[in-house]
């Protein structure tokens, strides 16, 4: 276990710095000066252009730069600074993913209780009553764009009952952050029922089932032990992945609900041309999904006795 832990750090090498290299470059790439926007529509001499760009190295090759960054990065955990503002990245950084984690990991919750929950319930009831309440509710879920359904819950739950607040304070509490979550988790939910329903109703059917059953193994350890250990496999691989596009697929729910974490600062430094922080922050959503998967596949061994990482 320990070779292929190592094995699997070394391997997230190249994938790190090819991905942040791509990233890189097409944020880099992007039509317009970041620098002469400081001004407006005011101007400014071209001096006082070039110092700025010398003084934030816009003014080097693009390899260069990047070559900056990471060595920045590495070395000494700098992320650069903000062009607008002069703030470090590191700064911004500490601002925005403190809130988007407690969001993230909020819709995380809830769509692991709730989405295996009622895969559970249609799985062992398949083409029964639950199974079509189930399948009717999660094509409703999925079907409703994000926008839509929160904008839905914003109107009903806060301007008509007055039961949550419409838009997250500065401090963005728990309490504030449940109905931004429960609508960021919303379509991750629908497809971890649909996904643990259709693998519990085809392992029911199994060899093995039968053969536990035969054996006269009692019913919460046939569900619990075998059933449900080789059914959340692909739910696992399902979530491990959607925990980091979580935190970086927020633009519109934070935009909704007004929270001040990482998908609104994407957004900002989108619209600001702030290549350096948006750089940084999709560093940090990166290294977010290599971990992940790494978490991933030791938990498959965790899971199916049969995989060993020798």
């Known amino acids: 276990m320990g070779r292929y832990v190592a094995r699997r750090l070394l391997q997230m090498i190249p994938v790190f710095l090819g991905t942040t290299l791509l990233i890189f470059l097409m944020v880099y790439t992007l039509p317009g000066d970041p620098v002469r926007g400081l001004f407006g529509d005011k101007g400014a001499d071209p001096a006082t252009l070039a110092r700025l760009r010398h003084e934030y190295g816009l003014d080097q090759p693009i390899l260069q730069q990047y070559w900056n960054y990471m060595t920045g990065i590495v070395l000494h955990g700098d992320f650069g600074k903000q062009i607008a503002s002069g703030r470090p990245v590191t700064d911004v950084l500490g601002d925005a993913f403190p809130v988007t984690l407690r969001l993230a990991g909020m819709a995380f919750v809830i769509e692991i209780i709730i989405g295996i929950g009622l895969g559970m319930a249609a799985g062992l009831r398949a083409g029964r009553l639950t199974d079509n309440v189930v399948l009717v509710f999660t094509l409703l879920i999925i079907s409703i764009p994000v926008f839509v359904l929160g ?113 609104g600062t994407i957004y900002e430094s989108i619209v600001k041309r702030e290549g350096t922080t948006l750089v940084g922050l999709v560093t940090i959503l990166v290294l977010v999904y290599l971990l992940m998967s790494l978490i991933v596949d030791l938990l498959y061994a965790v899971l199916d006795p049969r995989i060993r990482y020798a």
């Open 151 to 263: 904008f839905i819950v914003k109107t009903v739950f806060a301007f008509q009952l007055g039961w949550i607040q419409p838009n997250v304070s500065g401090e963005a509490k728990w309490g504030e952050l449940l109905a931004p979550a429960i609508v960021l988790g919303s379509l991750s939910l629908a497809y971890v029922a649909r996904l643990t329903r259709t693998t519990m109703a085809e392992n029911l059917r199994s060899d093995y089932m039968r053969t536990a059953i035969a054996k006269g193994l009692p019913k919460r350890r046939i569900i619990g032990v075998h059933l449900m250990r080789n059914s959340l496999i692909p739910v696992i691989t399902f979530l491990g992945t959607d925990l980091g596009a979580l935190m970086g697929g927020a633009v519109v729910t934070e935009g909704l609900f007004n929270v001040k974490g990482v998908g």
